[in-house]
C-alpha cells in the first residue's frame, strides 16, 4: 500500500494540483479534466496491442535473432528495421520507452533503437497522413524528408557519445524489464 | 482506422501464438500487464499535467507569443513550450493548424510540432528509467537542436 502510493504519488500530486486549478477557476479546471480525459481515452486506445506486441516479441523473439537483426552488426538491415518497427506504431512517444527497453534487453545497438524512437516520435505513417490534412502535404512531406537523414544522425551520434561503460550499464539495468 | 490494424495485428498474433503454446502466450501476457503496469504511474501523472498545460495555454495565447513577426524570440518560445511535454500528434496537429489560423509563423510552428512529439522534458524521467541519464539527454538535446535546423528550412519551402 506505501509502496502504491509513493509509485503514484507524481501522479496524485498532479490530481491535487488539478483540484487547486478547479477551485480556484473552475471553467479552467473542467477544461483541464476534459482534456485529460480526452488524453487518457486517446492513450488507452492504442496502449493494448502496443503492449500484447511487446510481450509477444520478448517470449517468441530470441534474443540471438533480434542481435542478428538489430544488433551489433545489422548493418543497413538494422537500421531499416528499426525504422519500419517505429513507422508502423502508434501513441504517444512515451510509450515507446517500454518497447524500447524489451530491443535494449534483446541486444539490439542502440543506435538503432534510437531510429525506432525517432521514427516512432516522426515518422508514423498514421500520423503523417493525419500531418497532411491538418497542415498541408507541403509541410508534411517537407518535414518528412528533412527529419529522414535526422533521425539516422541523432541515432549515430548519440550511440558514438556514450562511454563504454555507460553503454554497458544500460544495457545491464535493461536485464530487468 | 490504423488503431484497428494494430489491433487485428496484435490479437491475431496472440491467436496465433495461443494456438503454438499456450505457457508461453500466458508469459507474453504477463510480461505485456507487467510492462505497462511499470509505466502506468508516470503515464497517468504526464496525462494529467498535459491536460492542465493545455488547458491553460489557449491557442490564442500560444499564437500571441509565437506570431507570424515574432523571430527569434517566437522560435525561442515554440521550442521552450514544445519541449516541456511530450504529445501525441492527434493532438499536437489539430494545435498547430489552429495556431496557424490564429496567426502563427511557419517557422514557429515547426519547431513547435517538432519538439513536442520528440523532445519531452516532462517525460525525462521515464526516459532516463530505460537510457540513463547522458543517452536521455543527448538524444533530447540533439532533437532540439534538430527541430530547429529542420523549421527553418521549412520555413523556406512552406510559404
New interface residues.
Given amino acids: 500500500m506505501k509502496n502504491l502510493l509513493k509509485?503514484?504519488?507524481?501522479?496524485l500530486?498532479?490530481?491535487l494540483?488539478?483540484a487547486g486549478?478547479a477551485v480556484f477557476d473552475t471553467a479552467?479546471g473542467l477544461?483541464?479534466?476534459?482534456?485529460?480525459?480526452?488524453?487518457?481515452l486517446?492513450?488507452m486506445?492504442?496502449?493494448?496491442?502496443?503492449?500484447?506486441?511487446?510481450?509477444?516479441l520478448?517470449?517468441?523473439v530470441p534474443r540471438e535473432v533480434m542481435i542478428r537483426l538489430t544488433g551489433e552488426n545489422s548493418g543497413f538491415i538494422g537500421v531499416a528495421l528499426s525504422f519500419l518497427l517505429g513507422s508502423f506504431a502508434?501513441?504517444?512517444?512515451?510509450?515507446a520507452?517500454?518497447v524500447?527497453?524489451?530491443m535494449?534487453k534483446k541486444g539490439s545497438k542502440?543506435s538503432n533503437i534510437?531510429v525506432f524512437?525517432?521514427a516512432w516520435?516522426?515518422t508514423?505513417?498514421?500520423?503523417l497522413l493525419?500531418?497532411a490534412?491538418?497542415?498541408?502535404w507541403?509541410?508534411m512531406l517537407?518535414?518528412l524528408i528533412?527529419?529522414l537523414p535526422?533521425i539516422l544522425?541523432?541515432g549515430f551520434?548519440?550511440e558514438k557519445?556514450?562511454?563504454k561503460q555507460?553503454l554497458a550499464?544500460?544495457y545491464q539495468?535493461?536485464e530487468s524489464? | 482506422m490504423f488503431t484497428y490494424v494494430l489491433y487485428g495485428l496484435a490479437f491475431g498474433l496472440l491467436g496465433f501464438s495461443f494456438f503454438k503454446d499456450r505457457g508461453k502466450t500466458r508469459m507474453a501476457l504477463k510480461k505485456a500487464w507487467k510492462s505497462f503496469e511499470n509505466i502506468l504511474p508516470q503515464m497517468l501523472g504526464i496525462i494529467v499535467l498535459i491536460g492542465i498545460l493545455l488547458a491553460i495555454l489557449s491557442p490564442e495565447t500560444i499564437s500571441s507569443l509565437i506570431g507570424a513577426q515574432s523571430g527569434w524570440i517566437g522560435i525561442v518560445v515554440a521550442a521552450a513550450v514544445g519541449s516541456i511535454t511530450l504529445i501525441p500528434g492527434f493532438v499536437a496537429f489539430p494545435l498547430a493548424a489552429a495556431l496557424l489560423q490564429h496567426g502563427a509563423g511557419v517557422v514557429q510552428i515547426a519547431v513547435f510540432v517538432s519538439t513536442l512529439m520528440m523532445v519531452g522534458v516532462v517525460t525525462l524521467p521515464v526516459e532516463m528509467k530505460y537510457f540513463g541519464k547522458r543517452a536521455t539527454l543527448t538524444r533530447n538535446a540533439l532533437a532540439l537542436v534538430f527541430s530547429v535546423i529542420v523549421a527553418l528550412i521549412l520555413g523556406g519551402i512552406v510559404k
Fill in positions: 509509485r503514484y504519488r507524481f501522479f500530486v498532479m490530481l494540483i488539478l486549478v479552467l477544461k483541464a479534466t476534459q482534456m485529460s480525459w480526452d488524453n487518457l486517446d492513450l486506445a492504442v496502449v493494448p496491442p502496443i503492449f500484447i506486441l511487446l510481450g509477444l520478448d517470449v517468441w502508434a501513441g504517444p512517444l512515451y510509450a520507452f517500454p524500447a527497453g524489451i535494449l542502440l534510437m524512437i525517432g516520435s516522426t508514423k505513417i498514421p500520423l493525419f500531418e490534412t491538418a497542415m498541408g507541403t509541410f517537407g518535414r528533412l527529419n535526422v544522425i541523432i551520434l548519440v557519445s556514450m562511454p555507460d550499464q544500460i539495468s535493461a524489464f
